[in-house]
């Protein structure tokens, strides 16, 4: 899991201005997200608009990203929803792609009991030899993945870590004291990394590492170097930019970002739409005081 690294970008998914997948401009963004501090991708994750594409969009996007990206870092690959069918479906297609991991999100809409968790996530890994990483996000699924049923499903050989997207740092130190030393906890949030860190998680799955990918990449650094003065000062930079990201629903302040950086990257999918003017100002106000890592094109292609 550790080949992994510590820095995943959660990547968004371009759209052309007919509203399809832009699969030549994911290449490119892929490329640009690994020279600017990124170990790895999760492509088809939220940040992806991954419930509005389909099935076959989603292994073709998974195939583009993984011929674009070759050797030079790793694919983790959203394959998980709120049905257990369809996952291990795009799990086991994943895996002939090519890709280096699955993320399996806690099922949405349908509010699954604790069991039923246990019972969803354990099917998807049997169907599967790739390292399945757990995403704990109840911000988005109404039901939590409890501490408890994490530790038990760690005991899954190919269950390999978890996103934690809770804030709940007492629920997140419970899983890193009771899972062993190789699980890995990623933190799910920009504004968590450093805290996660510092109670003994692995490293992040970031939507501001589109942006700021090399700063955290430094900040996590100076963190596992002893340097927590220094780590702490990048935090508190970088802390109104990620706030701005977050103003609305992700993804729709980083595709504005993107598109006003010109880094084209579409319109967010419908039922998301582009922030509102005042949202709009904030972002392109926060942007404006930061250094912005992403190698832009003259002309994006």
Same mark, same amino acid.
């Given at each position: ?48 608009e ?23 870092g ?97 629920q ?19 504004? !968590? ?41 990048i ?40 922030? !509102? ?19 832009i094109?003259p002309?994006?292609?």
């Amino acid at each position: 899991m550790e080949k992994l690294g510590r820095l995943l970008t959660a990547m968004v998914t371009p759209f052309d201005a007919e509203g399809k997948v832009d699969y030549q401009r994911a290449k490119n963004l892929a490329r640009a997200l690994l020279d600017a501090g990124s170990d790895g991708l999760v492509v088809c994750g939220t940040t992806g608009e991954s419930p509005t594409l389909s099935f076959e969009e989603k292994l073709q996007l998974l195939a583009e990203v993984k011929s674009a990206v070759a050797n030079r870092g790793t694919i983790v690959a959203g394959t998980g929803n709120y049905n257990t069918k369809e996952s291990r479906e795009l799990t086991k297609e994943a895996e002939k792609i090519g890709v280096d991991a699955c993320l399996l999100v806690v099922p949405y809409y349908n509010r699954p009991p604790q069991q039923g968790l246990i019972e969803h996530f354990s099917a998807i890994a049997q169907a599967t030899t790739l390292p399945c990483i757990l995403y704990n996000v109840p911000s988005r699924t109404v039901a939590n993945l409890a501490a408890d049923t994490v530790i038990k499903l760690s005991k899954i050989d190919n269950i390999a870590g978890v996103k934690e997207a809770s804030g709940n740092f007492r629920q997140i130190a419970e899983i890193i004291q009771g899972t062993k030393d190789d699980f890995i906890v990623y933190s799910g949030n920009d504004s !968590d990394t450093l805290l996660l860190l510092a109670l003994g998680g692995y490293g992040v799955v970031s939507v501001a590492s589109h942006l700021v990918g090399v700063q955290i990449k430094d900040m996590m650094d100076k963190f596992l170097e002893g340097k927590t003065r220094e780590a702490a000062s990048i935090h508190r930079y970088l802390s109104p930019l990620i706030s701005s990201l977050f103003i609305v629903a992700n993804p729709i302040p980083l595709k504005f970002a993107l598109n006003y950086l010109g880094f084209p990257v579409g319109k967010p999918r419908l039922p998301l739409v582009e922030p !509102d003017e005042e949202s709009a100002e904030i972002i392109r106000a926060t942007l404006k005081d930061h250094k912005i890592d992403l190698p832009i094109p003259p002309k994006a292609v």
